[in-house]
């Protein structure tokens, strides 16, 4: 893998690919707190309007943050992560994690990032800044 530091604008990030479990959603419920029984209760989700349990925001959030931080390793940190969510993640839903470089600066690199299901509807799009060391 190239080093973040030679990476230029339209370059593409690694793509990460993620499918949440039942056991993940769950888990991340009991280390977030969020125990909102659209994550934890199918028949609860269905009722109302859902097609059965769905991922938190965050926790879709966070994968795409893995993506980042994977590619960074040590050579930086984020310092700042904008995403709006467009569709809800199921489990066994297939995400695909992407990114390209936006603009840079000497220190400064801002990418444009994303995520789609395998029947490609987006499901996260936003914005990452990240600061090279």
Request: proline share 3%; aromatic share 6%; hydrophobic share 40%.
């Amino acid at each position: 893998m190239k080093s973040v530091c030679n990476y230029q604008v339209s370059d593409r990030l690694p793509i990460r690919e993620w499918v949440p479990s039942h056991v993940q959603i769950r888990q991340y419920a009991e280390v977030s707190g969020d125990f909102n029984p659209i994550h934890l209760n199918d028949n609860y989700a269905r009722q109302v309007g859902l097609g059965g349990v769905i991922a938190h925001g965050m926790l879709t959030m966070a994968q795409m943050a893995a993506l980042l931080t994977e590619w960074i390793g040590n050579e930086g940190r984020i310092s700042k992560l904008d995403v709006r969510f467009e569709q809800v993640v199921s489990p066994g839903d297939k995400i695909t994690f992407s990114g390209s470089i936006r603009a840079r600066s000497e220190k400064i690199i801002v990418c444009d990032i994303g995520a789609c299901n395998d029947k490609g509807d987006k499901v996260l799009v936003g914005l990452a800044h990240i600061i090279q060391k």
